[in-house]
């Protein structure tokens, strides 16, 4: 592996500002998000960040039929398309019953096209949400093509094989690109100067930029086995309660070309983006001890059985303030949202089944001066009174901390390629490591799914859905642990329609703001002891938010201002 | 199809090589414009590649009450690769979702777009305008969206609205619209060179092809909605590849049942193809399926404020 890692421990330059940076708008991100800091001494001393959008979805269903809630919530988020559309279904599912129910074809069904989301989401996300605040593009013109391919082909990490003239093509690609003066995407990009905080060299950085060009055309792989399931991508348009609508992709050739897909895309997941990320890693190893949470949160996926959250291939759990070797079994119950710091009405911190307010929108220039101020459109939610990320590093976590096999497997091969302990995964890089630990663990388990269905289709199994009836009333919720992390949606039912129902989504867990008490939310609490070399290209601070991979549109809701009943509900 | 290329055209082949396109990319692209605009008997691969050796045409693609599922979109269009049409056929200059910088300095790059390009670059409008209490539901970078789509608008050589949200106020504007949205053209109170590529998400072969169409050829023609008729020109019921069943009174009467599994006409269970113009039963999604393909009713995606007139989903019209 010679040749391919640096050889000292690499610091990130910290430069000696003190002062206000606000990043508004945040890049390279789904929605509008607006991050403040505070600098002193080039290290971020306090943070806010700030949803910028609001469009009142969950104030928009009400009255509405039950079935149609997964079309409207899907369009929460078109990038992490599908899993608003999952949660709203498994919400209806619980509250009539027929969760317990769904015929296993379907089930697998599901987990495929989910799974499929997966691989879609996180290969997107680091190459193309990523990839930009860790590789210098413009350096990679100066790198050496012939090197390049020898640093791929030597450094043992599993790249497939490179050549010389594929990586020269790239480059002259690239070269005619700037030169040209249209520069496009990367008009104004942090690296047209070099800044300090890149520390690949050029060869590394060809190589990750010939991956990024080669992951936008890889993406639309997933997205394909996401539409032949789905329908479509973005926004799926098969899902039921009660299972799956798509018979046409259990028939013969389209469930072979979705293997086709399925086997092209794990080809690229091992032979590229797991060896880019033990590649990249050993620059940055000082992100290791960068952007650290205390709490983490996951609902588990991947059900055997939808009616049984014990049945997740992925266990659920909680981990309060870091301490693995005591997960905590994950209680619904103990969700509730705060206000204080939202542009919402004051109130009580309540569970999603009884919470309300109403929008109070104010300026923010006070933010940083008072910390008083509302400023957000998204609400703070806690578990158990505590800030929790939730996300890939949260399900690895308790994934790991549980035993859970192909997890433990990957995570100690990945700490070991690094040299450094399970407190490194507390941090930016173990985030991003461990959504490409994710994926892998995902995808391969997505074979066993394969193999399944292929034996179901063998016995002449063909059923996808259960027969059910809607309820004149009842309760549900929805679990689903998305790419960005547990998701629910809670649904109260009455007269056959929807009486309220609220989303409490992964990016308002990450990316909320401070609570009741003023308690920071995770990305802030992330955010502090940053590195700041230059203010005027914080690069070091879209490293940590982006390693949260936010998702804003989806993180503003409003809630019913009428029901403050408290209700029972079943848990799944 | 006869394509230009290799045909003698020894300059727009060779440029099309400078741009990294090759002889198959370039034939994938002229089938993929065609089929799209198969009612346009004149789009030649003559066009496309003229088209393609033009310089690239400045694009400004700005996002307001949105999920990006139009971005997501257009990133998964099949053929071309999108990569290609990112680096050869359009300067993306302007587009939050990829662009490396954030903050100030992205904001400078849209400054300096509009201003550079003033009247001649092309703005892409994702996402419907929140206009309640002086539109301060959404901002970026400190300003309303409000603000800033009348503000960027009157530069642009004409406009694309993307996606029902921005073509027609979409699933905020949904009953009872707590922020008061409304589509760009209503939002601007003009429907002066805006193109409606309507769905949601849009198939990104429509946007393709009408960026194709607009370089070469210019607007092309509109229906009422604003949406162009080569692609929005008929139902989605009229090439349903279930209309055999249809017309032969053959209906699914559930999802789970044999009459579903047969693949029989969904339009009993709520399918909306009959009043809903787009071509997705023969263009497909992801060049693969469509909803109905994947025995999942119609919702009228791509037709004016189809979240109230459309639904409930489940029920006949
Ligand atoms: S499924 Fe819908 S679009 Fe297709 S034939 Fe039936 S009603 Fe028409």
Redesign the interface.
Known sequence: MAGCKPKTMPVTPVGNYSGKV???????????LRIEVEVENGRVKNAWSSS??????E??LKG??P??AK??TQ?????C?HVHALASTRMVENAVGVDKKIPPLGTAMRNLLLGSQFLHDHI?HFY??HA?DWVD?VNALSANPKKAADLANGAGLGHRKHTEAELKAVQD?LK??VEGG??????????LKPHAAYKLPAELNLLATAHY?EA??L??LP??M?????????????L?E??I?????ITKDKFK?FKDLYKQTMDFVTNTYVPDVLAVAPYYLDWGGIGGTTNFLTCGEFPSDEGDINSRYLPAGAIYKRDIANVKAFDPMKVAEHVKYSWYENGPSLNPFKGETK?K?TDMDHMTTANTGKYS?MKAPRYDNLATEVGPLAQTLVAFAKGHKETVGLVSLVLKHLGVGAEALFSTLGRTAARCIQTVVIGKEMQNWIDNVDKMLAKGD??????WEMPDSAQGVGFVDAPRGMLSHWINIKGKKIENIQLVVPSTWNLGPRDDKGVLGPVEEALIGTPVFDP???VEV?RTVHSYDPCI??GVH?IDPKTNEVYKFKVC | MRCLIGSGQNDVEKTLK?K?FTRRDFMKLCATVSAAMAADASFTPAAVAAALTA??P?VVWL?F?????????I????DP???DV??DVI???????????????????LE??IHDYAGKFVLVCEGGI?TK?GG???????KTMLSIVKDVYPKAAATICIGTCSCFG???K??????G?KSVPEALGTTKNIINIAG??PNPINFIGAVVHYITKGVPELDSNLRPKLFFGETVHDKCPRLKHFEAGEFAK???DVT??K?YCLYELGCKGPDTYNNCSSAL????????????PC?GCSEPDF?DKM?????TA
């Not at chain 2, 009450?65 to 979109?73: F, I, R, V």
């Open positions: 606000v990043i508004d708008p945040i890049n390279r991100i789904e929605g509008h910028q959008l609001f469009r009142g979805l104030l928009i509405r039929d079935r149609d079309h409207f369009r929460a988020c078109g990038v398309t997107v193309h949400l930009l593009v690609r005619k690109f249209q520069l496009g995407i990367f008009a104004n990009a942090y690296f060009l936008l055309k993406q639309i997205s394909r996401m539409a032949i399931i789905g329908g479509k991508n973005p926004h799926t348009q098969a039921y009660g299972g609508t798509s018979y046409d992709a070309l929008p929108y459109w063909t059923n996808l859905l259960a027969k005027k290209r914080p879209l549109a989806c409003i | 400078d990294g310089k690239r400045p996002q009450a949105e999920c990006t599922g139009c971005t997501e979109s990133l998964r269009t099949v690769p999108i990569a990112l680096f300067s993306l200059d302007y587009h939050e979702t990829i662009m490396q910088c954030a903050g100030e300095a992205i904001e400078e790059v300096k777009t929140p209490d301060i539901y959404g901002k970026v970078g400190g979409g699933v905020q949904a009953k009872p619209n707590p922020t949205a949601c998400p559930s999802f789970d579903a599994k693949g999604f992801n060049q693969v399926s469509f909803p109905i393909q994947a025995g999942h919702i979240w639904s409930p989903f489940y029920e």
